[in-house]
């Protein structure tokens, strides 16, 4: 017997009086199940749109494996439903193909959901424009209700993505760093921050991923892992596809030691045996940050950890890379002062990303910190 959560179950109650749902809450605490209760209980057609094939994968044969009866459209899969599919997974570009279109037409989903759905916030306006026009199809395809699932969801972006939806709207969930998960931000000129990086790896007993925010430098720093004896695995959109699937099942299967990935890598998907996260040069967003220390500490009965290695001249590059739109750009440069201030910040770690990300006012405390609080 499934025991939910009082966040699933007011979700699950949400959807069952026709509202539209916005679910912010940590990583591995169940949003996922909250869609198949639904299906399960209801037997009612569900799109569910997620952001990478990767995940994707995991996700059909997850569902599969719970006995939905699932297609899936994404990347090179072209998958339509059948009249007795009861979750079409689809990526946003997928979607908005006209065969597609008349497929879900003719399908007529009852529910929406729309996994890491902080995407539309972080990639919509110029990586990914199909993100932003995902709200549109509610009302086009009379789809009557919507679940929208993320672990990091800033405020200004759920007020923007209320205005995006039908008035029936309700926010349940906050954010919140998983339990037992330790932080640490260090001040590195880039001559010291590969011997942190290396007395970092070298003193860990479990599995563990590095962030790069460069295909060239994930590249390189898996070649040092490699030459001082670590079991490592660099994975990053450059890859092919069969690449890419090869590295995910040894993933899965723990057989290596070290990930070294760029920022996508294990969005969404539940790798318990990853314990640590080193990000070894900040993302221009506090969002992105968030999400790859997110990454470890799915196992709540064991400790968690993340090194966040960063110095000025990271944010000086940054500053050269800002998008074309002059809406796109102010929101870069507003966004990557957020990072800059949370790293430079003497405060409690946790404090700080739940004043960015917390949707309700009053008193944050540090589960960790006494004397914590805002």
């Known amino acids: 017997m499934v025991v939910l959560r009082p966040f699933q179950k007011e979700a699950l109650n949400a959807l069952r009086s026709l509202q539209h749902v916005i679910c912010v809450a940590p990583t591995g605490s169940g949003k996922t199940l909250i869609l198949e209760e639904w299906v399960r209980k209801y037997r009612k057609r569900t799109l569910l749109i997620t952001p990478l094939i ?12 719970r006995g939905f009866r699932v297609r899936v459209s994404t990347g090179g899969r072209t998958e339509l439903p059948l009249d007795d599919t009861e979750i079409w997974i689809v990526s946003p570009e997928a979607l908005m193909s006209d065969s597609r279109r008349v497929a879900l037409d003719y399908w007529r989903p009852e529910l929406m959901v729309v996994d890491e759905c902080h995407c539309l916030w972080d990639w919509g306006e110029e990586f990914r424009p199909a993100f932003n026009r995902i709200p549109s199809l509610l009302e086009r395809f009379n789809i009557t209700r919507s679940l929208w699932l993320t672990a990091t969801l800033p405020v200004s972006a759920r007020a923007s993505l209320k205005k995006l939806l039908p008035s029936s709207v309700i926010e349940i969930g906050q954010f919140d760093l998983p339990e037992n998960f ?40 898996g070649r040092l892992m490699t030459v001082f004896g670590k079991r490592t695995v660099t994975y990053h959109a450059g890859l092919s596809s069969e690449e890419r699937h090869i590295i995910e099942n040894q993933i ?29 040069q900040p993302p221009s967003t506090l969002l992105s940050l968030t999400q790859a220390i997110g990454r470890a500490g799915r196992d709540p009965a064991k400790p968690g950890k993340a090194l966040v290695l960063w110095n000025l001249d990271d944010f000086r590059l940054m500053l050269n890379r800002k998008p074309e739109s002059i809406r796109a750009s102010q929101r870069y440069f507003q966004e990557l002062g957020h990072t800059q201030r949370f790293l430079e910040s003497r405060e409690c770690r946790s404090v700080a990303l739940k004043r960015y990300f917390q949707a309700q006012p009053g008193t944050v405390r540090c589960r960790s910190c006494d004397n914590c609080q805002i």
């Open 252 to 280: 899965k299967t723990a057989s290596t030691e070290i990930i070294v990935a760029t920022s996508a890598f294990g969005m969404g998907m539940n790798h318990k045996h990853l314990r640590w996260v080193v990000v070894w």
């Open 182 to 221: 330790r932080l640490t931000v260090q001040e590195l000129s880039s001559a010291d921050r590969l011997d942190a990086l290396l007395r970092w790896t070298s003193s860990q007993d479990e599995h563990g991923i590095i962030f790069a925010q460069t295909r060239a430098n994930a590249e390189r720093i």
């Open 54 to 65: 990767a995940l994707a994968r995991q996700q059909v044969a997850d569902l599969q494996n």
